[in-house]
């Protein structure tokens, strides 16, 4: 089964792996067991800035969490605390096309109004809890593609 797709055959999203399938954009770098490693290789590049994201669904992993994942929210205090370490201002997108699965399958994205109140409820937690280790922030990645490639803004169908 081949879900990347190719110019005769459109990619395939699913909500779940599956078993002997293509996914080009699965194996990645695992910033997140080898952030300290990577960001000190970037500052030996000379980077002073390094645009990340915070994952919505490791904060909010159900999307309508009574109270933050913690251990999602030391994560990103590790990553920060290793970026000041070697000067490098971080740079954070708060939503970089992805919400947690959940608020996808109970209000279809952002179709529902609700979704906006969760979503400020999350960019809350993140603006208060990292006030003091992130001076630059981008609410939405290339909120402007919704105009002109809508089809990114249906993950969710």
Not at 89 to 95: D, K, R, V, Y
Not at 117 to 144: G, H, M, P, Q, S
């Amino acid at each position: 089964m081949l879900l990347g797709g190719d110019v005769n055959t459109p990619r395939t999203f699913c909500p779940q792996t599956v078993e002997d399938a293509f996914y080009p954009s699965h194996d990645a770098i695992d910033f997140y067991h080898h952030y300290a490693e990577d960001i000190k290789l970037f500052a030996g590049m000379g980077f002073s800035t390094l645009r990340l994201s915070i994952n919505w669904a490791r904060i909010f992993p159900n999307g309508k969490d009574e109270e933050p994942n913690e251990a999602g929210l030391a994560f990103y205090d590790k990553v920060f605390d290793e970026c000041k370490k070697y000067n490098i201002e971080p740079l954070i997108t708060l939503c970089h096309y992805e919400i947690p699965w959940a608020i996808v399958t109970k209000y279809n994205g952002f179709s529902d109004r609700r979704v906006v109140d969760l979503f400020v409820k999350y960019a809350t937690t993140c603006f208060k809890r990292y006030k003091d280790k992130v001076k630059y922030w981008l609410t939405f990645n290339e909120i402007n593609c919704a105009g002109y490639c809508p089809f990114i803004w249906c993950w969710c169908h």
